[in-house]
């Protein structure tokens, strides 16, 4: 036996596995090392988090409300769509041979009951009148469950749920007939959904449809840049008053690109193939060195949690799937995966990097979602080309400016920084102020050394959606950078100025991005009797960050400029001078020094907590006594 085999009889033998397990692993002489690591790693977080879930599973066979349920440890509601679980559980049933997850499959769809209805759909909770559109990813999961795995069940209740997906799949035929029928996520997601199930029950109609929509996605792709838009209400095809298209990150990349991926890769669609690879190379732009997701400026990052979307299933199958096109695909994967691993505990997937440290329990959705990815990246391991983390991603290699027109949004690199500005004035629902970074803010800040340091949240923190999202702890305190003041009890900042732009250049060594912006409500009403006028210039070097905030106008009364560092709360803080404050993170110390004097706004716990994107942060505000404010930021 070889050394690589002896190690993988090692770790099989000491987790106790069973036989199939270890047959994952049998062929592992023709894998690449890279590749057999990722596929551990791979089953390993499913199988944690799998077993996760069975420890919140309610088992309780007098009670068929209860029996089978995923008890959310974080939210009051039930979460409807937890049945989505049984296709991971059917995976591990069969790779592990442990009824366990056998029953824990069974009982969490037969729950589904529950919230099933006469038009053969599924809700998205208890309440019979809430959403079903959610319906699509409930038969996509029932529909992988019984094309992979199902053979572990008896032939009734095959024939059962085989029947009950094709009552769902109705639904969905009928109520998602095109890609703007609603969000595009929606429709993208039903024709990978319609394909699937369509060659399943040998359902022409499906099949026929999947086509159709697969025709028409390919006109909702950005001309220049390829990113898949129409994440926006009333309509998909809703344009801002910039004439910016409506485009989610996180939703592309951990729902609608997937579904697009698996279609075009088993019909051999060349041409959304293409139109995939160059998207994906667009959005993984996005994807920082440690694997986050800069999705600061998204019309739906209420629900960011910086390793995706929370209610998503995760970026795994496109990248992964699609490695063979390009192979920092892999990477993006790979790095992401290890990210959502560093966000678990207790086998449960955290909505954020600093949920432990500041108390804030799982929601259940995170978990039961992304497990789905998983199962289908061991599922559709024969395909698989090779998963290394040998090729860069594009954010961690890059040098210099890159603009997104139809974000408005640039992206700086130089040195270890990265960073974004942004403009972007989209917004998913139009005049229900939710705000993601605009104004010519900083949405993202991130060091190579140390990690994060600056991430958007939104501007005020709001239940968009209250059955997926989770309620707020303690005081609300914006994380983006900004400019504020308050008057007759109005908050004025320029995280409200969706009129705002800005330029750049990159001359000798030094980046410049630079605009002009206003002080604006929620109303949209400019600030009047006090300076509403700025201009914020970031200057980027290889040793530091520089903010210079101005303005021309009088300033009258208190106006700050507040600089939210991201910190967890057992990193020492110190204040060596009034105008410097240091940061002592464990790969190196953050300094900020200012032009005049800096003030921490007091918190509990010595930090503010938001959950967008699940950070903790140290706020710095510096007033304005002149009408100049600098901050340097630099690591030590």
């Known amino acids: 036996m070889n050394r690589r085999k002896f190690i993988h009889a090692t770790a099989l033998t000491g987790m106790g596995l069973s036989m199939p397990y270890a047959e994952l692993f049998a062929n592992s002489e023709s894998i690449p090392f890279q590749s057999e690591e990722y596929k551990m790693l791979v089953f390993n977080l499913l199988k944690d988090w799998c077993d996760g879930m069975i420890e919140v599973q309610i088992m309780d066979p007098s009670d068929p409300k209860l029996h089978g349920l995923l008890d959310c440890p974080a939210c009051d509601t039930i979460h409807g769509r937890a049945s989505d679980a ?15 997850y056998l029953n824990a499959g069974i009982t969490v769809f037969e729950w589904s009951q529950n919230v099933s209805q006469p038009d053969g759909s599924w809700t998205n909770d208890i309440n019979p009148n809430s959403w079903n559109g959610t319906t699509v990813f409930g038969a996509i999961a029932l529909a992988e469950t019984l094309k992979y795995h199902g053979d572990l069940l008896d032939e009734v209740r095959y024939q059962n749920w085989k ?104 019909e051999k669609d060349e041409e959304l193939l293409r139109i995939v690879q160059k998207s994906l190379e667009s959005h993984m732009e996005f994807m920082l060195p440690d694997g986050g997701f800069d999705n600061s400026w998204g019309t739906r990052m209420f629900k960011w949690t910086y390793w995706g979307s929370r209610t998503c299933d995760g970026c795994q199958p496109a990248f992964s799937l699609m490695a063979g096109y390009n192979p920092a695909f892999g990477t993006a994967a790979f790095k992401n995966t290890e990210l959502l691993k560093r966000c678990t505990t207790n086998g449960l997937l955290h909505g954020g990097p600093h949920y432990v440290s500041h108390g804030i329990k799982p929601c259940i959705h995170h978990t039961f979602t ?89 501007a005020v923190y709001r239940l968009m959606e209250p059955l997926n999202q989770q309620d707020a702890p303690g005081k609300d305190i914006a994380l983006t950078p900004r400019v504020e003041t308050y008057q007759d009890g109005k908050w004025f900042t320029n995280l409200y100025d969706l009129t705002a732009n800005f330029d750049s250049d990159d001359q000798d060594g030094e980046i410049r991005i630079s605009g002009d912006v206003n002080l604006k409500n929620e109303d949209r009403e400019t600030l009047e009797g006090s300076a509403s006028q700025f201009k914020i210039t970031y200057f980027c070097s290889d040793t530091e960050l520089r903010i210079l905030v101005e303005t021309k106008q009088s300033i009258k009364g208190k106006t700050s400029f507040t600089l939210p560092i991201i910190s967890k709360n057992n990193e020492p803080v110190e204040q060596p001078e009034e105008n410097v404050i240091l940061i002592t993170k464990p790969e190196g110390r953050v300094r900020i020094a200012a032009n005049v004097s800096l003030s921490i706004i007091e918190t509990q716990k010595s930090r503010t907590f938001n959950m967008v994107p699940g950070v903790e942060a140290l706020p710095i505000k510096v007033d304005f006594i002149s009408n100049r404010v600098e901050l340097i930021l630099t690591v030590i």
């Open 370 to 458: 992304h497990t789905k990815s998983l199962a289908v990246i061991l599922d559709h391991w024969d395909q698989m080309p090779p998963i290394t983390k040998t090729n860069p991603l594009p954010r961690a290699a890059s040098n210099g400016l890159r603009y997104f027109e139809e974000l408005d949004t640039v992206l700086f690199a130089r040195g270890d920084w990265r960073g974004t500005v942004s403009a972007y004035d989209a917004e998913y629902y139009p005049k229900m102020d939710l705000r993601q970074a605009t104004g010519n803010s900083l949405g993202m800040l991130y060091h190579s050394r140390v990690g994060l340091l600056c991430a958007a949240s939104l």
């Open 163 to 266: 029947n009950r997906l094709g009552e769902a799949a109705e639904f969905i035929y009928q109520k998602f007939p095109a890609i703007d029928s609603t969000n595009v996520n929606y429709g993208a997601t039903n024709i990978y959904a319609m394909n699937l199930i369509g060659n399943l029950l040998d359902e022409p109609n499906y099949i026929a449809l999947s086509k159709k929509l697969a025709s028409e996605v390919k006109s909702y792709f950005t001309e220049d840049n390829a990113l898949l838009y129409g994440e926006i209400k009333p309509s998909a095809h809703q344009r801002s008053e910039k004439g910016l298209p409506g485009i989610d990150l996180g939703y592309n990349v951990e729902e609608s690109l997937n579904s697009l991926v698996l279609y075009a890769l088993h």
């Open 86 to 100: 049984v296709y991971p559980f059917f995976y591990l049933a069969k790779a592990t041979g442990d009824k366990k």
